[in-house]
């Protein structure tokens, strides 16, 4: 059968008000619809407020997408891990972590990645498709709901490069951000890419003020060429020069993440190097913790040498911080989860499952 209905999910407030006033039905009609969309109703019938008839014209034309959560992890440190199954059984993951300021939802924006990053354990994971605006939204709705929590925070880190599948995104953070809907600030959206230079200046011309991390994990063409191969096609200079017209045109900081890789990207030389980088950029630069990566001849730099690096960088005036690894005993880090749920392997039994 042809589904030619339409994702409502991956709508604006904007193109519903559009659709709707061609049906000729009013503006505060599709607010309603956009408002209870927003809280996660799983179908028309339960938009209590709405006429039956109109229910009924919506379900002609709409379908609401969702995603099923198939397991739930919880970390001893409280953060949880959720594998989600889509209509067409892909099945994509994202964390829920708890912090000071609430709570923050780390999610996916594809199923599989193409960037092939040498320290992911993605990277061995076929890409099968985007992620549409409406399966983006749904992992942030379906783990409020489950958890009965408000989130506050969302980071598009979980699996997927979100430059790759740049209009979804986009349409997500517009319809998350919507005062008539989830309502969730924009700054406290964050978005992190692996540099793809052209979305970089897209982005920053859209003037959209969620936040920018750009994972750099090296400023030597050769060294970040052999663990990230999207720097082939877009080498360090031509990085620097799209963040600073993110810089220029945004007025707002980059966050560089920066992996820590054992005898790759940790040698004082590597953090001179990476404070010339910065030198004319207005940035922050976030040490991580490598998880895992034993696969592929690489290892992690010691949590002793991270804390070296960090003081050299900061003798060398950079701005910088240690990210702390939350849910290190759930995998909760760059899916290695999915990676395992796919693989088949079998989690440890002290996790505490649905
Ligand atoms: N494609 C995007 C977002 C997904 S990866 C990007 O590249 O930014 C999210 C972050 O996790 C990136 O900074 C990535 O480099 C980092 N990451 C991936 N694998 C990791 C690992 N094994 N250990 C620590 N960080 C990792």
Known sequence: MIDFLKDIKSMTLEELIGDFASMGLKK????????????????????????????????QKYKIISAKILKRLESKDGTKKFIFELEDGAIIESVLMKYKFGYSVCASTQVGCKMRCKFCANSNLTF??????????????????????????ITLMGVGEPFDNYENVIKFIKIAT????????????????CGICDKIIRFADE????????????????I??????????????ELKKACRYYNKVSNKRISFEYIMLNGINDSKKDAKNLSLFLKDLI???NLIPANNVKYNGLSATSTERIYVFANWLMSFGVNVTIRRTLGPDI????GQLRAKFLSGENYECSFKDR
């Open 28 to 59: 505060y009609k599709a607010e309603q619809t956009f408002k209870w969309i927003s809280k996660n109703v799983k179908s028309f019938d339960d938009m209590s407020d709405l006429s039956k008839d109109l229910r009924s014209i919506l379900k």
């Open 128 to 153: 099968s498709r985007n992620l549409y605006a409406s399966e983006i939204l749904s992992q942030v709705q379906e783990i409020s709901s489950n958890e009965g929590v408000t989130v506050s925070n």
């Open 178 to 193: 919507s005062q008539k809907g989830m309502s969730i600030g924009m700054r406290r959206i964050s978005i992190s890419t």
């Open 207 to 222: 003037k959209i003020s969620a936040t920018l991390s750009v994972s750099l994990h090296s400023v030597d063409d050769s």
């Open 224 to 237: 970040r060429s052999s663990i990230m191969p999207i720097n082939k096609a877009f080498g360090v200079e």
């Open 283 to 285: 940035s922050h630069v």
């Open 331 to 334: 995998d909760a880090s760059c």
